[in-house]
């Protein structure tokens, strides 16, 4: 195949779960600048999230063709399974092609760190909201602290905003 007249680069978004908030507003952003520069996006993404269906909705990752691909843009770490991620990153890996990290928890040149503060908002709001829960301790025990630390400063945050609302 002549890659179908393929003139303009084609990048590969990897992500799981591209319903949710973030990820669309992620990937809204992500396509208009490959658009911007003259490249195209096609999205790979799963939906569901319930662990009777990750094995057949990962299935989707296997039809990615990777030599038609010059680049890619992966949510390593949203995938569902060590397996997948193992392997797509692999797969990403071979391919010697440029890829950017979208979810490392240290910034360099291949990856980026992405803004937890809309979910740390969002689960302290539903904390407080659904289960009517009002104060919070917070235990870090996880190697990657950035996550957690947002987490911990935006639910004192929203409880901080709570009270003042009061």
Known sequence: MDDMNKQRPLIAVIVSEADRSFICKALNCIQKELFNADMDAVVFSTILARAEEITVENKLFDVINYENIDGFIVFLKGLSGSDVQKKIGAAVAATGKPAVYMDEFVKTDNNTV?????????????????????????????????????????????ARLRTNAE
């Open 114 to 158: 992405y803004d937890y503060k809309e979910m740390a908002m969002t689960a302290a709001a539903h904390l407080a909201q659904v289960h009517g829960v009002r104060t919070a301790a917070y235990i870090d025990c996880h190697d990657h602290s950035v996550y957690y630390d947002c987490l911990r400063k935006n639910i004192c945050e929203y």
